[in-house]
């Protein structure tokens, strides 16, 4: 089992940034790959990022590359996404998942949210013009 808890939402104008922190509990966290995903308001669920389980992989949803960053830590057991230069557009539910896989599998495209099997309770990210 592997709780995961999303914290650092919250109301920026557009052009601001935020920071979006994902605190693990299990030490298993470390042999999986993570990712964030987000729900704009009426619509499903989408792919943000995705880092693999040692850190050296990444891949990002063609609407926020160049601008969001993704990393973790794994001795904290942690796994962030920077936010900048924020547009409306990217107002959303916040959600931080870990993968029953490690990542780094150039065949595998880590954005399907069927490959996340433990999942935050999300945190709301609501960008002003």
Known sequence: QVDLEESGG???????????????SERTFRGQAMGWFRQPPGKEREFVA???WSGTSTDYAEAV???FTISRDNAKNTVSLQLNSLKPEDTAVYYCAASYLQGGESAIYYGSL??????????????TV
């Not at 919250?10 to 693990?24: D, E, F, H, K, Y």
């Not at 069927?114 to 960008?127: A, C, N, S």
Request: contains cysteine; aromatic residues 12%; neutral net charge.
């Open 114 to 127: 069927d490959l996340y099997d433990f999942w935050g309770q999300g945190t709301q990210v609501t960008v």
């Open 65 to 67: 590359k160049g601008r």
């Open 10 to 24: 919250g109301l920026v104008q557009a052009g601001g940034s935020l920071r979006l922190s994902c605190a693990a």
């Open 50 to 52: 995705y880092i693999d």
